[in-house]
């Protein structure tokens, strides 16, 4: 059996990709959107972190937190989230997919897969590749032609404060700048 590891910094940031069961796409969906926020907001008010960027996929999620000084408990965060959404989910209608033995006997439901990636931000340019990455997602799976096409992401926000020009790798005139530099993102990214 595999040994994961995570690695705890208190205090840290930290970017994660969180993937439904069998990557079913429903997440966009305006009862998960519903949920996910609900689920999301109810842990930052029981244990505060800082939401720095988000999108949401139809399968995944990607964002990076900032935990407050002196935590390092992002697990428990994430559980929770994962937690809340899949029982205000389930109540509202949603569905599930089939689940194995093994995930019945874990007490596991057919809503998310049992892990998700995260990765220590290890300095200022790692951030910005990852918050890049994130906001990239949507035209990289072909789900918006540019960034500020997709409605479910912190672009918006960040081309607001003026991180970004609104135009930032538009494709709406036919062109589209390249792509960020992902590679040096200490491996895959799990997705």
Known sequence: ?????????????????????????????PLARHCLRSAIEKVRLERPFEM???????????????????DENYSTRMACIKKDFTKAWLAGGGDEIDISRSRRER???????RRYWEHAIRDQDDLCRHVN??????VKHDVAECPHL???????????EGYYAKDWLCGCGGGRGEPP????????VGE
């Open 52 to 70: 720095l960027a988000f999108v949401l996929l139809p399968e995944h999620f990607h964002c990076v937190w900032r935990l407050p000084e002196g």
């Open 181 to 188: 530099d992902f590679e040096d993102m200490s491996g895959a």
């Open 133 to 138: 990455y994130i906001h990239y997602n949507p």
């Open 1 to 29: 059996m595999p040994d994961y590891r995570r690695l705890f910094r208190a205090g840290g940031t930290f970017f994660f990709t969180v993937v439904t069961h069998n990557r079913r796409g429903f997440l966009c969906e």
């Open 150 to 160: 997709w409605p479910y992401s912190t672009f918006h926000r960040w081309a607001e």
């Open 107 to 113: 007490r596991e439901r057919g809503v998310w897969q």
